[in-house]
């Protein structure tokens, strides 16, 4: 069946630093979506990337969809303490289709 | 306003009792519905889908069952709870719009004692 991994587990970021957590699927995807959790909350959405290569922006996070649509990554600049939480990606491999999400990366960020 | 209702937020149940988690969205008509249960540090696992009323998917073989009575209410339950039951159960709704994911209900912690 469809896997989606997510590398790395646990993210440790020095407030004001960059970094970057990935998403690999073993299928090829419809699309890819990205959701927040915060500690002791639900996932919420952040964004869903559907075209090869789509890269898409919100404030100091950056999306980026892999050219063969198999993997992904989310970029945080400047991170900041909102920061905090874990962060999921999930993908379908046709619209429409269940959703599998990866393990996600949980990030601390030390201030 | 489309909204997605979760209860109870948390629960302690012992061994061998049954469970019933609700789940109910308003704002939208025919939604599909999704019951995912997340470990402790863990990814979420989907356990049922229904794209209408009476119909359920299971994803995965457990002690688990789901029903949907109506459009808009999605219902998890047990006859007789496992150890092995302890989690973070969230419903999810599939939103309309075009390039939106999925809208969690904010869960039921359960945990078997």
């Known amino acids: 069946g469809q896997q989606v991994m997510q590398i790395p587990q646990y993210q440790h970021v020095q407030e004001g630093e960059d970094f970057t957590t990935y998403c690999n699927s073993s299928?090829?995807?419809?699309?890819i979506q990205w959701y927040k959790q915060r500690p002791g909350g639900h996932p919420v959405f952040l964004i869903q990337?559907?075209?090869?290569?789509e890269v898409k922006k919100q404030k100091r996070l950056t999306f980026q969809f892999g050219e063969a649509k198999k993997n992904s990554s989310l970029h945080i600049t400047a991170t900041q303490t909102t920061d905090v939480g874990t962060y999921f990606c999930?993908?379908?491999?046709?619209?429409?289709?269940?959703?599998?999400f990866g393990g996600g990366t949980r990030v601390l960020v030390k201030p | 306003s489309q909204t997605i209702h979760q209860w109870p937020a948390t629960l302690v149940q012992p061994v061998g009792s049954p469970l019933s988690l609700e789940c109910t969205v308003e704002g939208t008509s025919n939604p599909n519905l999704y019951w995912y249960r997340q470990a402790a540090g863990r990814g979420l696992q989907l356990l049922f889908y229904?794209?209408?009323?009476?119909?359920i998917s299971s994803e995965v073989p457990q002690n688990l069952s789901a029903s949907r009575p109506q459009d808009r209410q999605f219902i998890l339950s047990s006859k007789k709870l496992l150890l092995s039951d302890s989690g973070f159960y969230l419903c999810?709704?599939?939103?309309?719009?075009?390039?939106?994911?999925?809208?969690f209900g904010s869960g039921t912690r359960l945990t078997v004692v």
């Open positions: 990337l559907v075209k090869s290569g």
């Open positions: 299928t090829t995807l419809s699309n």
């Open positions: 999930a993908g379908q491999r046709a619209a429409g289709n269940k959703l599998t």
């Open positions: 999810a709704w599939k939103s309309t719009l075009k390039n939106y994911g999925y809208t």
């Open positions: 229904s794209v209408g009323i009476g119909q």
